[in-house]
């Protein structure tokens, strides 16, 4: 039994090592040398090439690297009756809720103005009240949604989260469906998209969704770049709808150098690392599917592909 590796930004030398002290009768082999196909049952993969996985007849599971399935999904060609599951990992969804935390404490703290009055060497208070009169409002409350909701309650913020059917997380008011999309956009002076990349929300970020937002609110995006529409964020900062945006995400990555975000004066650009699989952590995910698929067992966190994620 062999597990085949691909991916051109998960280091292979970490992952084998990972695996092979987790799983040491478990063959792990590198894309390159595949050896026969027919040994291979597991595909441990972040954006292979397309048609690729069809050449492994047993293949039992699809390991995707990423909590996000949508480029794999992309795949017309993927085997059919293979299931593909999600990366689901504590670290993973921490250093993602550590990422909106900073940056929803940033906006929250009018951090950007004060950086900008420093280098105006301007001395004058900017007065931000405490956080549980900050209205922040998550798009998504998945596992990396749920988990920002969790540490922005336990520091004091109002939260409210949007998903696709109703969420019952401690201190989180719960918005679902196209009908509670208004509310909830209305109450959210600092949004932040962590939803999954689907048809149903490509695109969600745009000028419909900025008006429904409260004059002057703020965007974080830590989601995908499909979820953006780029022109209509740069005129929602223009005419201040939105005050600011920290993005993690792009529709063209990497950002090209003549991009207008990476010298917006109300714009934070990092380099889609939010939140990044760390072996480490994440290969009990890895084991504990690989463990299910051996015991006849239901996998968890299947993709459902006609929900796209
Ligand atoms: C990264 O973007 C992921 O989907 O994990």
Not at 158 to 174: F, T
Not at 196 to 203: A, Q, R
Not at 237 to 265: I, M, N
């Amino acid at each position: 039994m062999a597990l085949i590796f691909y991916s051109e930004s998960d280091r292979y030398d970490a992952w084998r090592d990972a695996l092979h002290a987790a799983l040491p009768d478990l063959e792990f082999r590198p894309w390159e040398e595949p050896g026969d196909p027919a040994d291979i049952e597991f595909a441990l993969v972040w954006l292979p090439p397309q048609g690729a996985l069809r050449q492994f007849p047993n293949l039992k599971a699809i390991l995707n690297l990423g909590a996000g399935v949508d480029a794999l999904l992309k795949d017309p060609t993927l085997p059919e009756g293979v299931p593909v599951v999600r990366m689901v990992d504590d670290d993973l969804a921490t250093c993602m809720a550590e990422y909106v935390l900073l940056h929803v404490l940033r906006y929250h703290r009018e951090q950007p103005a004060l950086d900008a009055q420093q280098r105006a060497h301007d001395w004058r208070m900017i007065a931000s009240p405490a956080a549980m009169h900050r209205r922040v409002g998550i798009l998504g409350l998945g596992a990396m949604g749920g988990e920002a909701a969790r540490l922005l309650v336990g520091a004091g913020f109002d939260v409210a989260g949007w998903s696709r059917r109703p969420k019952d997380l401690p201190g989180v008011q719960s918005f679902h469906g196209e009908d509670g999309r208004a509310a909830f956009l209305a109450r959210s002076e600092i949004l932040v998209c962590l939803l999954p990349l689907t048809p149903e929300t490509e695109g969600i970020l745009d000028r419909d969704l900025f008006q429904a937002l409260p004059a002057g609110a703020y965007l974080i995006n830590a989601g995908r770049g499909g979820h953006q529409v780029e022109s209509d964020i740069l005129a929602a900062l223009a005419v201040g709808q939105l005050a600011g945006a920290t993005l993690d995400v792009f529709r063209e990555e990497p950002l090209p150098a003549a991009s207008p975000f990476w010298d917006h004066p109300k714009v934070t650009v990092t380099p889609h690392n939010a939140s990044i699989t760390n072996p480490q952590s994440a290969v009990r995910h890895v084991c504990e599917s690989i463990r299910r698929v051996r015991a006849g067992e239901p996998l968890r966190n299947v993709v459902d592909p006609d929900l796209g994620y």
